[in-house]
């Protein structure tokens, strides 16, 4: 059945693990040009010919390829639908997919888009990208959480707060991915609505005052506080669990109100051009079975947000999407300097 799974890289390579420091400006514009590359470097129509039947799918996944490729071939061996899967580079995600559908929307490619955090995916609802009626769901949730080196640091002498990072004793041992790209992003939003804007401006000057180490993605944070290049980290829960199975020193801190939970989405595009095997595939992901799949495989960490008990983040999406161009403006404006 492999040669009937079909995979379309993006962007060639995962992100790498060299810190950014006073080069981030520099470095941030070269991802900036990446995510628009990754829209120019779209296959043309032409190169789907073979996926006219109603039993092909093509679907743009943010979720990370080595757990999406699994579900994708359980859901060809159940229907003997054929998937295209076109994958996001982890530095971007899931802002290259997310300007790919915006570009395409006169004449959509796609006919899934598979997230992995809910911020991109609400707007493009807003875009009016997805079809008009059950365009789009959640399913299982991660979390964001402060990961630790265990080596270098216990778990009770860890900040409870992220806004203890700023402290001194936090200067040049933290690690997280850039703010403007994926769940950091999606969380650095939220924690603005959460603080106010003179707190959460402050905590981000704090965080380049205190010379955080911005990398290439979540993953990248894990393994650089596994390697204790950096004592602590802000990350996604799934991040630390493939941590923890390549053996590597690291925990997370306990959900609190800062903790974001990131539910995976799944939408059907407007104008798909295969809405039937697109119907088919937008039920499987949110099919019980799969989901546990993706929790035993530290994809995901629960089946459902509304299963938490702890208190956590409450986002208010659509104050969230309209300040959405502004909060990115000031991000720029602090860590850009």
């Given at each position: 059945?492999?040669?009937?799974?079909?995979?379309?890289?993006?962007?060639?390579?995962?992100?790498?693990d060299?810190?950014?420091h006073s080069?981030?400006?520099?470095?941030?514009?070269?991802?900036?040009?990446?995510?628009?590359?990754?829209?120019?470097?779209?296959?043309p129509?032409?190169?789907?010919?073979?996926a006219?039947?109603?039993?092909?799918?093509?679907a743009?996944?943010?979720?990370d390829?080595e757990?999406?490729?699994?579900?994708l071939?359980?859901?060809?061996?159940?229907?003997g639908?054929?998937?295209?899967?076109?994958?996001?580079?982890?530095?971007?995600?899931?802002?290259?997919?997310?300007?790919?559908?915006?570009?395409?929307?006169?004449?959509?490619?796609?006919d899934?888009?598979?997230?992995?955090?809910?911020?991109?995916?609400?707007?493009?609802?807003?875009e009016?990208?997805?079809?008009?009626?059950?365009?789009?769901?959640?399913?299982?949730?991660?979390?964001r959480?402060?990961?630790?080196?265990t080596?270098?640091?216990?778990?009770a002498?860890?900040?409870?707060?992220?806004?203890?990072?700023?402290?001194?004793?936090?200067?040049?041992?933290?690690?997280?991915?850039?703010p403007?790209?994926?769940?950091?992003a999606?969380?650095f939003?939220?924690?603005?609505?959460?603080?106010?804007?003179?707190?959460?401006?402050?905590?981000?000057?704090?965080?380049?005052?205190?010379?955080?180490?911005?990398?290439?993605?979540?993953?990248?944070?894990?393994?650089?506080?596994?390697?204790?290049?950096?004592?602590?980290?802000?990350t996604?829960?799934?991040?630390?669990?493939?941590?923890?199975?390549?053996?590597?020193?690291v925990?997370?801190?306990?959900?609190?109100?800062?903790?974001?939970?990131?539910?995976?989405?799944v939408?059907?595009?407007?104008?798909?051009?295969?809405?039937?095997?697109?119907?088919?595939?937008?039920?499987?992901?949110?099919?019980?079975?799969?989901?546990?799949?993706?929790?035993?495989?530290h994809?995901?960490?629960?089946?459902?947000?509304?299963?938490?008990?702890?208190?956590?983040?409450?986002?208010?999406?659509?104050?969230?999407?309209?300040?959405?161009?502004?909060?990115?403006?000031?991000?720029?404006?602090?860590?850009?300097?």
């Amino acid at each position: 059945m492999r040669e009937e799974f079909i995979t379309l890289k993006a962007c060639e390579g995962r992100g790498g693990d060299v810190p950014v420091h006073s080069a981030f400006g520099r470095r941030f514009w070269i991802l900036g040009l990446i995510a628009f590359a990754l829209v120019a470097a779209m296959p043309p129509a032409a190169s789907y010919a073979g996926a006219k039947g109603k039993g092909q799918v093509i679907a743009y996944c943010a979720q990370d390829q080595e757990y999406a490729e699994p579900i994708l071939r359980g859901f060809y061996e159940e229907t003997g639908i054929k998937v295209r899967a076109v994958y996001d580079n982890e530095a971007v995600k899931t802002v290259g997919l997310a300007n790919r559908l915006l570009a395409e929307r006169r004449h959509p490619r796609c006919d899934v888009f598979w997230g992995n955090e809910e911020m991109r995916t609400r707007q493009l609802a807003a875009e009016h990208v997805f079809r008009e009626t059950n365009g789009w769901a959640a399913f299982g949730y991660r979390s964001r959480r402060i990961v630790v080196n265990t080596n270098r640091l216990s778990l009770a002498a860890a900040p409870r707060s992220l806004l203890e990072l700023t402290n001194a004793a936090w200067r040049g041992k933290l690690a997280l991915a850039y703010p403007q790209f994926g769940t950091t992003a999606t969380h650095f939003h939220a924690l603005r609505q959460h603080w106010g804007d003179e707190l959460w401006r402050a905590w981000c000057r704090g965080l380049v005052a205190n010379k955080a180490l911005l990398l290439d993605g979540n993953s990248v944070v894990v393994k650089m506080v596994g390697r204790g290049e950096a004592w602590i980290g802000l990350t996604d829960s799934d991040d630390i669990a493939s941590g923890q199975e390549e053996s590597q020193p690291v925990a997370p801190m306990p959900m609190s109100e800062e903790t974001l939970l990131i539910p995976n989405t799944v939408a059907v595009v407007r104008g798909a051009p295969h809405p039937q095997a697109a119907q088919r595939l937008f039920e499987y992901l949110q099919k019980r079975a799969v989901i546990q799949e993706l929790i035993d495989a530290h994809a995901l960490e629960g089946p459902s947000v509304g299963l938490v008990s702890t208190s956590t983040l409450k986002v208010n999406w659509d104050a969230l999407l309209r300040d959405l161009k502004d909060t990115t403006a000031e991000l720029n404006r602090i860590l850009l300097r």
